[in-house]
């Protein structure tokens, strides 16, 4: 199978298989809906379809839909987006997110990027008690070894398609904490994490307090680093380029 890349001039066949992105704009229309039924629209998240407002989704909605967690697809049916989707999650790369062999700090690993004002709140709250560390603007390579060297990481994603720095952070050992909301709920349990509400503070205040004092019980942290690493596991890459080499078939 050969993959092309369509920011570049490309002709397609009939019998390729044409998959559009949740970024699409209308140039694109055409293309969609004049060629046989070997297309897909994949869709990341469902909250990127409201912001492409120049795009009228109504008459693409016959087309097969890809999307990434089950909250994804049932959003994506339930509201008429479209009438065909699957879900295919995404994988993670387990050979570079991995525990540790060296010593941790103990420490909050932290994703400001979506919310960052919230993130200084929260960080301020328990100044003093445990160290934090920002990841922003990180290479995979540098995340990977903050996460690997740092016992806590704290979720602060919303609006998710499905959330993968939870699992990253899950498969390189860290004790996570944090929203579990949207797609996040694919995979979010209170036997891999302590979880708050999307949005509830006072709620995810409550969740690094009892990732912190879990610390300090080492078989109770172990057992739910276990049940994360185990939860990540389960996202491989070797799941994923399975389960979408199946979905491809299945199209083609």
């Given at each position: ?46 909250h990127?379809l ?10 693409l ?15 994506l ?13 995404p ?62 990481f ?21 004790l ?32 690094i ?13 172990e ?21 979408m ?8």
């Open positions: 199978m050969e993959l092309v890349d369509m920011s570049q001039p490309q002709r397609l066949s009939p019998m390729d298989l044409y998959i559009a992105t949740d970024a699409i704009g209308p140039h694109r229309m055409p293309l969609l809906l004049n060629r046989p039924d070997r297309r897909v629209i994949f869709v990341q998240n469902h990127a409201t912001q492409q407002p120049l795009v009228d989704w109504s008459q909605s016959h087309i097969r839909c890809l999307t990434v967690s089950e909250y994804s697809r049932r959003v049916l339930e509201g008429g987006w479209f009438s065909d989707v699957a879900m295919v999650p994988g993670v790369d387990t050979s570079m997110f991995r525990p540790s062999t060296g010593p941790r700090h103990h420490r909050i690993a932290y994703m400001p990027r979506k919310w960052p004002a919230l993130a200084e709140r929260l960080r301020a709250h328990h100044e003093g008690i445990v160290d934090w560390i920002a990841i922003d603007g990180a290479t995979e390579t540098e995340t990977a070894e903050i996460l690997a060297g740092s016992t806590i704290l979720n602060l994603g919303r609006n998710e398609g499905f959330g993968l720095p939870p699992l990253e952070a899950m498969a390189s050992g860290c996570v904490c944090g929203f579990a909301g949207q797609g996040t709920g694919d995979y979010a349990t209170s036997e891999n994490g302590f979880w708050a509400a999307e949005g509830d503070i006072p709620g995810c205040l409550d969740a307090a009892a990732a912190v004092a879990a610390i300090a019980e080492p078989d109770r942290a057992r739910m680093i276990r049940a994360g690493i185990a939860t990540a596991q389960r996202y491989s890459l070797t799941a994923f380029e399975g389960a080499a199946a979905y491809v078939r299945s199209v083609l």
